[in-house]
């Protein structure tokens, strides 16, 4: 069994930062890429950052140069620093690893739980 386990997130007025964690634990042999998705009510999940096992990241344009994504390979974690949030930031935010549970596996796309993230105006 894999299980991503997310904490952080709240309510922040607009300006303000948040970091975001996410564990992955259980069977797992390697972890490639990890990210994070958020869904606002009435919108697709969209991708906001995404991390490769090398470190080289990618951001949404609505994020670059407030948001970071960086990990912990070491413990598993993936984090997500956000500053100078908006109002339009709000959203359920989801983690996302595509993880190998053995040499042999093909890998297999893992969620967390999701979080609320609210940010007051």
């Known amino acids: 069994q894999v299980q991503l386990v997310q904490s952080g997130g709240g309510l922040v007025q607009a300006g303000g930062s948040l970091r975001l964690s996410c564990a992955a634990s259980?069977?797992?042999?390697?972890?490639?890429?990890m990210g994070w998705y958020r869904q606002a009510p009435g919108k697709q999940r969209e991708l906001v950052a995404a991390i490769t096992s090398g470190r080289v990241t990618n951001y949404a344009d609505s994020v670059k140069g407030r948001f970071t994504i960086s990990r912990d390979n070491a413990k598993n974690t993936v984090y997500l620093q956000m500053n100078s949030l908006k109002p339009e930031d709000t959203a359920v935010y989801y983690c996302n690893a595509d993880i190998k549970r053995s040499p042999l596996h093909s890998g297999y796309n893992y969620w967390g739980q999701g979080t609320q993230v609210t940010v007051s105006s």
């Open positions: 259980g069977s797992i042999f390697s972890i490639n890429a």
